[in-house]
C-alpha cells in the first residue's frame, strides 16, 4: 500500500546531499523522489522474491491517484498490481516508475495527477483486505 501524496513527488535532494555513504555512479543516487525510491524498493522486493520463494503472492496497491482501479469503485485507489506471483513484467513496469526521465510522464498517464483530496486510508486498507480475502 503506497500513498501518493503531493510530497511523494518533490524532491528529496536536500536530504541525500548530507549522506556522504551516496556514490554518484550509484544508479540509486539518481532517484530523487520518495515515489521513484518506493518503486525501486517494490522492484527489488519483487526481484528477491523470484530468487527466493517465486510462489509467494504479491501486490500494490496505490492510493491517493487521481485515477481509480478496484473493484468498489473507491475513489483515488488504484490497484497497480493484483496479488500474484512476481514477474519480469511487473519488474520492469516497476523500473519504469522509478526511472528519473520517465516516472513522472508515466505516473500521470497510467494513475492522474498527484493533485487528489479527499481520499481514504479506510477505503485503501479494505481494499488490501480484500485482496487477500479473495486471492487463490
Not at 38 to 62: E, H, P, T, W
Not at 71 to 97: G, N, V, W
Not at 121 to 135: G, H, Q, R, V
Request: include cysteine.
Amino acid at each position: 500500500l503506497i500513498e501518493c501524496a503531493p510530497q511523494m513527488f518533490e524532491s528529496l535532494s536536500n536530504q541525500l546531499k548530507h549522506d556522504t555513504s551516496i556514490d554518484e555512479e550509484d544508479e540509486d543516487a539518481q532517484l530523487t523522489t520518495g515515489f521513484q525510491l518506493v518503486m525501486r524498493a517494490c522492484q527489488r522486493f519483487y526481484q528477491s522474491k523470484i530468487i527466493s520463494n517465486d510462489k509467494d503472492l504479491s501486490g500494490i496497491i496505490l492510493y491517493g491517484t487521481e485515477n481509480s482501479l478496484n473493484a468498489f469503485d473507491f475513489k483515488h485507489i488504484y490497484i497497480l498490481h493484483e496479488l500474484a506471483q512476481p514477474s519480469a513484467e511487473r519488474i520492469i513496469q516497476l523500473e519504469t516508475l522509478s526511472e528519473k526521465s520517465t516516472f513522472l510522464t508515466k505516473y500521470n498517464e497510467l494513475f492522474g495527477s498527484t493533485q487528489a483530496t479527499g481520499y481514504s486510508l479506510n477505503e485503501a486498507l479494505w481494499t488490501c483486505s480484500n485482496l487477500f480475502s479473495n486471492s487463490p
